[in-house]
Nanobody, 116 residues
């Protein structure tokens, strides 16, 4: 079982930037895709951004143009650069990696709070 270690969350003001990192605690074989999800209080978990092994990315409409997902191929580490953050970005952010082995890994989540 591989755990993902997320870091970079915290309290920021509207308009500022934040960079989240997601690193596996063990070995990942055959990276397929990485993703960031978020869950705000009282709301369902939503998909924020994805990146494939080929480097293709997709974003939720609410973060397009502000957030950038990227990956360090050598470390199988996935990042989420968050710029121009808004109060509605406040949530717990979760990382997910899909691979040949293990098939799917999740992190414990990192809190992002944006003050107005």
């Amino acid at each position: 079982q591989v755990q993902l270690v997320e870091s970079g969350g915290g309290l920021v003001q509207t308009g500022q930037s934040l960079r989240l990192s997601c690193a596996p605690s063990g070995r990942i074989l055959g990276f397929i895709a990485g993703a960031w999800y978020r869950q705000a209080p009282g709301k369902q978990r939503e998909l924020v951004a994805t990146i494939t092994s080929g480097g293709s990315t997709n974003y939720a409409d609410s973060v397009k143009g502000r957030f950038t997902i990227s990956r360090d191929n050598a470390k199988n580490t996935v990042y989420l650069q968050m710029n121009s953050v808004k109060p509605e970005d406040t949530a717990v952010y979760y990382c997910n990696l899909r691979a040949a082995l293990p098939a799917s890994s999740w992190g414990q989540g990192t809190q992002v709070t944006v003050s107005s």
